[in-house]
């Protein structure tokens, strides 16, 4: 099975471009009314990886801090499951999924790393040509300045 990198669309004023690399601006909000999204105020990228089997990968910069101590993230996808319920007590106390509810939504995890880290791992992933290629893809999207920290 083979990764790929997914190319996503992102706005610049009224115009809409296919990027292999994309800058986040916004975050959503969940209230009781609906959906809202805040505005980022730090420089965030992402690249989408897919595995030929439908698995997907979001690998991000996080450049919050300033770009002397980027963040580089891993999020896996997110799943769906059904609530659990415990039943029994004492020792027989245990969690049964109830299958009579609407499925939950459960966030994927994220995993923080530095930029060692990030990319043993996701040589060891995605193999060493593709690792390579993600991380020079984020860090080309850096302005000039903030290369040379990262």
Partial sequence: MAWHIIEQEEKRGKNTFKVRCKRLKYFPIEKPTGT??????????????????????????????????????????????????????????????DVLSPKVKIPGEKEVLTLDEFETRTKKMLGETLAQEVITLLISRLP???KTAA
């Fill in 144 to 146: 000039d300045q903030q």
């Fill in 36 to 97: 809202e999204f805040g505005r980022l105020g730090f420089l965030l990228f992402q690249v989408v990886v897919e595995r030929d089997g439908g698995y997907r990968l979001r690998l991000k910069l996080n450049a919050s801090q300033g770009l002397i101590n980027p963040k580089w993230v891993i999020q896996h996808p997110d799943r769906e499951d059904y609530q659990t319920v415990t039943i029994g007590e004492h020792k027989r106390r245990r969690d049964v999924p």
